[in-house]
């Protein structure tokens, strides 16, 4: 497994608690459309993978993420920072 | 008037009814507009478009023409008619008119914005005083301007809208934690990269379930983390404290905090906000804060009622310990009667009561209004976590035998929506 690979499987895990519908995931999945998620729950999703990584997604950054797959790009981009 | 001149509003030209181009910007809120009214069509009343035909006094106004308690106001010292307050308004619009028609850098600073910025910083203890023609404009101004592109703007996830909208004007990077949480703030701050300046926002009091911030531990932790602190106490000045500044004050971290931003539409009980500071370079915010120089200062009449009731409020302890008299009785009543309470103890002047739906909700404010009294209803987003409730704020001027009859009506609305059995 790649980083990337083993990043991306950390965030799936991540989500299915949050995953109510059980919606199938894959790097298009977006969080607003597919997932039906509402500012709450991205809320507490974002805290929750911040802690994971121990990085800091900012609200600016949020705003640009919309599918699994750029979650996965910032995560990675953001731990190679640190 | 020729064909070709008319408006695209004109009524009288059919052809424009309806855009060519795009779709009605309207058609978002649709959603929004079907869920009210399928609401109102279950023939309720309208929680957000209620008039007050009378106000008689603090507490009591005519709704509906009935007499009505009102326990929804914020007006928690009860200062909105008090005679010297009241006469001082009348003072200023006699010797400086209706209003200044400009703004505080131009020619909107009379003597009145000046006398109530001194009785701020008097009643603070600070060396500077900065009035805004609202609260929701300090904040605006403040968040929007203090930080730059390279800074970070550090907030509690259930902030005000206010602090929100200030962060979306302006440039800083915002970083968010759980609402109430010193560890996850701790983490958060030890996140930060070493370049850029911080700034961590607080509220003393939380408007929507009248929660208060352990202060204390976290303005300890964004020191150690070298951030500055702004604490909003909108819901706290006035009856926290020794002298009624606030939540920061009674916590003990007054020399710790750098800004406290603050309201007149509470316990002031009028309308206006500011920021109060010792930074030596806190005036230079007058020429940079663009909601401070874009818009028009307040009233004269305002400022005069404001500054006097500032100084009132300063020795008003037998109203502060009323208040609390009043909250902690509320609390404690609409809990034997078995209402479920957002906090554990009466922690402020807000007691929220939590609902399950938006359904119960609305029927039991309606009930509620019917038996003649007031309370704010809250619904999601302006709450956490979703939630539906019907918010009480106490005045320090109900009488404990308002506070009887409203328990006598909470309890009478719960049976007749059947949510007390």
Redesign the interface.
Known sequence: MTDREETLARVAQLIEPFNKKGVELNEGTTFAGDLEW???IV?DF??TV??EF???I???MQAEIETVGQLVDAVENLRNEG | MTEAARTPMDPADETAVGPSHGRDLFSKFDPLIAEREALLSTGVRDPFGLVMEEVLSPTRAIIKGKETILLGTYNYMGMTFDPDVVQAGKDALDAYGSGTTGSRVLNGTYQGHREVEEALKDFYGTDYAMVFSTGYQANLGLMSTIAGKED?IILD?DSHASIYDG?ALGNA??????HNSVE?LE??LR??PAEGGRLVVLEGVYSMLGDIAPLKEMVEVSKAAGAMVAVDEAHGMGFFGPNGRGVFEEAGVADQVDFVIGTFSKSVGTVGGFIVSNHPKFEVLRLVCRPYVFTASLPPSVVATAATSIRKLKFAGNKRAHLWENSRRLHKGLRDLGFDLATPEAQSAIIAVLLPDQEMTVRMWQALLEAGVYVNMAR??AT???MYLLRCSLCADHTEQQVGEILGMFEAAGRATGYLQ
């Open positions: 509402d500012s709450l809320m974002v805290a911040e802690d121990d990085i800091l900012t609200m600016n | 970070f996830a962060c990077q915002i970083v968010r934690f759980r996850d983490k958060r996140r930060l999601p987003p956490p976590a979703g």
